[in-house]
């Protein structure tokens, strides 16, 4: 006789994971530019403004996750340093179209997106 096997547990979903950091607005919006800018082709050989762009932004990204869960001061500095994080990738974007290497247009959609994600950043750190 043969028997069959009936899972106790259903299968997994399809449905996709969502950390509690990426519910962080700040965090949310840094992802949107992150995700414009690599739709772009830049050069990104280490000391370039697009490498600098890509790791600023990457930079921002992950500490303002760690910052999510860390505490106290460091929580604050994690924050901080993000926010910097970005202004650095603004910089970087301007440095791009002020080479020619991307238009000013869809540049300034991501600054914009920088700079929103900065005052909410801006935010986030407390006041002493």
């Known amino acids: 006789t043969t028997q069959t096997h009936t899972p106790t547990t259903p299968p997994p979903t399809t ?14 919006v840094t992802m949107e530019a992150y995700d414009i800018v690599s739709t772009w082709r830049l ?14 932004l990457l930079g921002a990204l992950l ?11 460091n ?15 603004s910089m ?15 540049v300034e959609t991501v600054r914009l997106l920088l700079c929103r994600a900065m005052q909410m950043l801006t935010g986030l750190i407390r006041r002493k």
């Open 63 to 73: 500490r303002a996750t760690e910052a999510y869960y860390a505490r106290g001061d």
């Open 92 to 106: 970087a974007l301007w440095a791009l179209v002020r080479d020619r290497r991307v238009k000013s247009e869809p």
């Open 15 to 28: 449905t996709k994971a969502v950390f509690p950091h990426e519910r962080l607005d700040a965090i949310r």
């Open 43 to 56: 050069t990104t050989t280490r000391g370039t403004a697009g490498d600098q762009l890509h790791r600023a």
């Open 75 to 89: 929580r604050d500095a994690l924050f901080d340093s993000a926010r910097a994080s970005c202004g650095e990738a």
